[in-house]
């Protein structure tokens, strides 16, 4: 699933492709979205949380995502974050995702920008199911 080790002469990162079978496309540089901080949702062997699911942030989503312990709303300025409103795309964690999906609560996804490793946790079906325009 992730190249090889920097030791090993790899990046430690999964191929930069989509749920779809193509290149991955960039999720949000503003804000600024993505386990490595690059805008797309690449993942790695550092990224446990699989943040690899490129939605786009609804009150509903917000408002269940901070009830489930995860505030992405209110700005962080010490971590320079400046907390994410409706409209926004976000780099998820797949599970985080497929809970809100199990609560009716999923927002949307951009299938062009969502990493393939998201397949081991949420079906394709799923995520079609909640397909936004890659804009």
Not at 86 to 113: I, M, N, S, Y
């Amino acid at each position: 699933m992730f190249d090889q080790t920097p030791e090993e002469g790899g990046s430690g990162r999964a191929p930069s492709i989509n749920v779809l079978g193509g290149i991955l496309l960039p999720c949000s540089t503003e804000p600024l979205t993505g386990f490595f901080r690059d805008g797309c949702c690449n993942t790695g062997r550092e990224d446990r949380g699989l943040h690899t699911v490129c939605a786009v942030m609804t009150a509903e989503f917000l408002a269940f995502s901070k009830a489930a312990g995860n505030d992405l709303s209110t700005p962080m300025p010490q971590y320079g974050f400046a907390g994410l409103k409706p409209g926004d795309r976000w780099c998820l964690c797949a599970e985080r995702w497929k809970e809100a999906l199990e609560a009716g609560a999923a927002p949307l996804v951009v299938l062009e920008a969502t990493h393939a490793v998201t397949l081991h946790v949420v079906s394709l079906t799923a995520l079609k199911q909640h397909a936004a325009k890659a804009a």
